[in-house]
């Protein structure tokens, strides 16, 4: 009679079980199917795929899900490089932010150096939350951003120097905070990168430097932005932006004087 009793009450567990959400399976057919279509040459057809990902939390939550939206924004990266090199403008700005913001999701926690460097090579606004929060965990992936600061024989696309150089301040800024510690070689190399970043010819990662030199510079950066201040009318010698050097040499001054308050209070 009690063996009777139990195997009731072990059945009836069973079948509360599988009668909830969280135990249904998954569709793998359908799934494959989705990810099959988010390697389509049509744009609408990948972005509907991850769309449709997006919003299963089953998909989103199935463990080949994360690399293979890895994978897709490593196709759209090369998409808008495309469309931009022909003149041409990338159309799909919300969905690929949307695409952006899901697959960062996924990865933020586990972040691998490959998937760093995906993220670090997206296009996004540097002042963006999602830039923050991978320039936050950036100085644990210093061998994949450097080089992404800098050109090495092949010109870097338009905005990967000027990013990379954002994520760099944001590293500096964890490390001032504690709240994502550099080894003192670390902190130097990144100091470096911000400095080298300050001469470029590139005006926006010259801008980058100077908030990123504003966000978490020490007395180090005085010097490199007083010269910046001295030189940044030699980069328009024409003479045709004279009003955005006078705003930029503004900001340099606003750099410095946030510099100078941070180290007195120290």
């Given at each position: 009679?009690?063996g009777?009793?139990?195997r009731?009450?072990?059945?009836?567990?069973?079948?509360?079980?599988?009668?909830?959400?969280?135990?249904?399976?998954?569709?793998l057919?359908?799934?494959?199917?989705l990810?099959?279509?988010?390697?389509?040459?049509d744009?609408a057809?990948?972005f509907?795929?991850?769309?449709?990902?997006?919003?299963?939390?089953?998909?989103?939550?199935?463990?080949?899900t994360?690399?293979?939206?890895?994978?897709?924004?490593e196709?759209?990266?090369?998409?808008?490089?495309?469309?931009?090199?022909?003149?041409?403008?990338y159309?799909?700005?919300?969905?690929?932010?949307?695409?952006?913001?899901?697959?960062?999701?996924?990865?933020?926690?586990?972040?691998?150096?490959?998937?760093f460097?995906?993220?670090?090579?997206?296009?996004y606004n540097?002042?963006?939350r999602?830039?923050?929060?991978?320039?936050?965990?950036?100085?644990r992936?210093l061998k994949?951003?450097?080089p992404?600061?800098?050109?090495?024989?092949?010109?870097?696309?338009?905005?990967?120097?000027?990013?990379?150089?954002?994520?760099?301040?944001?590293?500096?800024?964890?490390?001032?905070?504690?709240?994502?510690?550099?080894?003192?070689?670390?902190?130097a190399?990144?100091?470096q990168?911000?400095t080298?970043?300050?001469?470029?010819?590139?005006?926006?990662?010259?801008?980058?430097?100077?908030?990123?030199?504003?966000?978490?510079?020490?007395?180090?950066?005085?010097?490199?932005?007083?010269?910046?201040?001295?030189?940044?009318?030699?980069?328009?010698?024409?003479?045709?932006?004279?009003?955005?050097?006078?705003?930029?040499?503004?900001?340099?001054?606003?750099?410095?004087?946030?510099?100078?308050?941070?180290?007195?209070?120290?």
């Open positions: 009679m009690m009777s009793s139990f009731a009450l072990v059945l009836i567990g069973i079948m509360v079980i599988l009668g909830t959400p969280g135990a249904a399976q998954v569709d057919g359908r799934l494959q199917t990810y099959q279509d988010m390697r389509s040459g744009p057809t990948r509907k795929a991850a769309g449709s990902i997006q919003a299963d939390e089953q998909f989103l939550k199935y463990p080949e994360p690399n293979r939206f890895l994978a897709l924004l196709v759209e990266r090369r998409e808008i490089d495309r469309l931009y090199a022909s003149g041409e403008g159309g799909a700005g919300e969905l690929y932010a949307s695409l952006l913001s899901s697959a960062w999701n996924l990865w933020k926690d586990k972040l691998t150096p490959e998937a460097r995906v993220f670090a090579e997206a296009s540097p002042g963006s999602f830039a923050r929060e991978l320039g936050a965990r950036a100085g992936f994949e951003l450097i992404l600061t800098t050109v090495n024989g092949e010109e870097v696309r338009m905005y990967t120097r000027s990013n990379a150089t954002a994520l760099v301040g944001y590293a500096l800024a964890a490390d001032q905070e504690g709240t994502a510690p550099l080894t003192p070689v670390d902190r190399v990144l100091i990168a911000l080298n970043a300050a001469a470029s010819k590139d005006f926006g990662v010259r801008a980058e430097a100077v908030r990123g030199m504003k966000l978490a510079g020490g007395e180090w950066a005085l010097p490199v932005l007083q010269k910046m201040y001295e030189r940044e009318a030699s980069f328009d010698p024409s003479g045709k932006n004279a009003y955005i050097v006078r705003q930029f040499r503004e900001e340099i001054s606003a750099a410095m004087e946030t510099v100078r308050s941070r180290a007195a209070k120290r």
